[in-house]
């Protein structure tokens, strides 16, 4: 297997772990205080969001090289 493609399934399925914490932690009742008076989610949240998506992301783009990669070296 590719190594690009190794690697860009694990970043999505690390994504999506990262993704499910933040979703969980947002839903929380200490959370959902600290949103209703600050207007904002906790920093420990918007990090969970923040490094999900940037690691599906880097995942799709990951695994996009990797099929390319292999659908080039399959022509040949």
């Known amino acids: 297997m590719n190594t690009n493609l190794l690697l860009g399934i694990l970043l999505l399925a690390g994504a999506a772990v990262l993704?499910?914490?933040g979703y969980t932690s947002s839903q929380t009742l200490a959370e959902q205080?600290?949103?209703m008076f600050t207007g904002r989610f906790?920093?420990?949240t918007i990090w969970y969001f923040e490094i999900g998506v940037g690691a599906a992301v880097g995942?799709?783009?990951m695994l996009s090289l990797g099929l390319i990669a292999?659908?080039?070296k399959a022509r040949s």
């Open 42 to 44: 906790s920093y420990a």
């Open 33 to 35: 205080v600290h949103e």
């Open 70 to 72: 292999l659908a080039v």
């Open 59 to 61: 995942g799709v783009l």
């Open 19 to 21: 993704l499910y914490f």
